[in-house]
């Protein structure tokens, strides 16, 4: 038993050389964020006019779109990951975090998105839920990144995991292009899609569509520095599975009294 | 196992909702044909668990493995084989909803309604194999199965029930709609099933 | 302690079976070093040096089931024509050593090879040479016997003769036969198990615990098929704790502990009849290992 001790305090010391996944580059993105935040909070809640129709509450717009583009990015990111793990020879675990970080901003966003949506639903068309295309598909990509987490915590080694999660995650994207068409799929009382059509400055005042860009670069700064750290300490952890290995094989072979 | 206790659970289940819609002879005939589906899916997590159940009892699967079996053909064959129960079971909860909820199958939408009840049921074979056989070897899948494979077949849901909306006319809906919606579920089971049989090698192993 | 008592235990209960011809074609075999205890290793695996080179060639393979270590470092090589006998307490690894051989576990250190194949790249290529016996029989119980014998016959394209002299040579051939497995005892499940693999006509055979829930004439059955298809050139492991009936089987006797299998098939135990000074080596080993373990996990 004596032969463990050196192990343990040898990971612990390198646990702790290490333990911010902060750097310069993350801070800055950090801090980009943060002044990103605030212009549009100033955009959003003092710059913008409230809407004719809608009032003050079209002000939830300027979370609502940025939060489901960021979802929308975080899913298509972990399919590309989820295809590179997949499909490159190395079968690399960075595409496989890449693709698991993503995906679970990407659950978050849509569960922000779907909340804000329920509040402005219930301001505008007086109710919470609508059991119209666009929030019916939304709520299905919202459960079945939901199933993909839960394979990812699925017992097994880390291939296992990357190899699982990967086949759900190229599925599960599929579902994108039915969310986004679905209300011209189900001919809806869903409003189109204001920001990613064609026509739009012909249908929002300028400094709506500016405030709504704001929130786009500033939610998305906020993905990308997300993403850094939790790819990071995803790595982490399974580093630390692979320490924790070392030290059951260490225990397992003092074990056997060989070595 | 379809015949002893998939199918009479599948009947319990239009009885049950007959009740939950308190036996009102016009909602439940307008409702039928998601109330068919909805049963079907059901049964659908009952039939892939004792398919993976056959070969996880007893280690068959590592077996298959061990002989080389292609992973491509278990997945076929899985597939085809819950297809077929599937199909039998869906003709006799569409003669549970013409008995039970008093729907009317008209001659002119006999021919959707069997391109649906083919195109729907692929799909759903497909994407039960898939993910039972992800699940069968971990612990919990008793949930995770139902977890990944409903929101996986809702598209199948939404779209069957539509197509077979349209084959009985019931409601408003129109014969000719039911055809994109036949649509849509042969992408569904094309997609599933290419990407099931591919996938399918790698999910099983360790 | 279980597994010292029991594995000692059958031992001795086994000892009336043992077969005499086995003995003198053991003896043939250059009789190496019997361990006087547990630490005593001797350097030499004896290969039978052949020229195809070995079936089976482990360095230092590590293998997990989930984060647990099964495998913490095994190194062997068995070569063509051997039966190979892996003995250890219960927990030792014998069975992951099987399945890691089987081409069923991803190897995650050290290099394994397997019929030419390199595990680490080409687990598909193991699989079709290999026939696998687990604590499972891999059978499905809806089919009947036959049908069971015919479908692992199957995988290799073997013909309907050699599907009934499988089932023949197993004992399961006449009244058995159309009977659905999911009816049958445990024992003659066992046996149809045994005749699927024979009809699977693998060149490396690996069984665990094989003489588990098998009658006196099944164990018959299944020395004789194992010594037929290894002087026909098949390899065979065998994981046992029926010391007796398998030391009796077996060219070359290798300890699993821990993990481990030290040293290129080290800890070699050959041929001679199993004298009752061994016996006593052996039960006091595991109960060694057993110790260890209790040890190891009181700490943890």
Known sequence: MTTLEPNRTATASEVVATRSTGTKATRAIGIAAVVAMTWLLLFALVFSPADVNQGDSVRLMYIHLPTIWVAYLSFIVSAIASGMYLFTKKHSLGWDRMAGASSEIGVIFVGLTLIVGMLWGRLTWGVFWQWDARLTTTALLFVTYIGYLAV???????????????????????????????????????????????????????????????????????????MLHRTRVMAMEDLLDDRGLDLALAERRAEGGVR | MLTNQVLPFAGVTMLIFGFALD????????????????????????????????????????????????????????????????????????????????????????????????????????????????????????????????????????????????????????????????????VFAVVFGVGGALAFGPLIDE | MHSCVESSGVGIAQKSVFDPIEVSRNSVQPVAAIGNDDDDVSSDPGPTATSSGPVIELVDVVATLGQFPALSGATMRVDAGEIVLLRGPNGAGKTTLLRLCAGLLPVVRGNATVMGHDLATDREGVRPHVGLLGHQNGLFADLTVAENVRFWGATVGASTEEIGAAMERMGVADRLADVPVRKLSAGQKRRTALAGLVARRARLWLLDEPHSGLDQRGRDDLDATLRQAAAAGATILVASHELDRAESLATRIVGVVAGQVTAGGTRLLRGASPGCSRRRICASSVAAACSRIRCCRSQA
């Open chain 2, 23 to 186: 036996a009102n002879k016009a909602v439940l005939e307008l409702v039928a044909p998601g109330l068919v589906w909805l049963a079907t899916m059901f049964s659908l997590l009952l039939l892939v668990q004792r398919a993976f159940a056959v070969e996880g009892d007893d280690g068959a699967l590592d077996a298959m493995r061990v002989a080389g079996v292609d992973a491509r053909a278990i997945f076929l064959g899985k597939a085809i084989g819950l297809a077929i129960q599937l199909l039998l079971l869906e003709v006799v909860l569409l003669f549970a909803a013409v008995v039970l909820y008093g729907e009317t199958i008209p001659a002119g939408g006999v021919v959707l309604l069997v391109t649906t009840l083919v195109s729907a049921t692929c799909g759903l074979a497909a994407v039960g194999t898939l993910y039972g056989g992800l699940a069968a070897g971990s612990k919990g899948r008793e949930t995770l199965l139902p977890l990944l494979t409903l929101p996986a077949v809702a598209p199948v849901l939404i779209g069957a029930t539509r197509a077979v909306e349209s084959a009985l006319g019931t409601g408003v809906a129109e014969l000719s709609d039911g055809w994109q919606w036949v649509g849509l579920l042969t």
């Open chain 1, 152 to 226: 990812r915590r699925l017992d097994g080694s880390h291939h296992q995991r990357a190899k699982r999660s990967a086949v759900i995650g190229l599925l599960g994207v599929l579902l994108l292009p039915l969310v986004h068409w679905s209300v011209r799929i189900w001919r809806s009382l869903h409003q189109e899609a204001t920001i990613l059509n064609t026509d739009l400055d012909a249908e929002i005042d300028g400094i709506m569509f500016f405030s709504i860009l704001v929130g786009l670069v500033a939610f998305s700064l906020l993905y990308v520095w997300l």
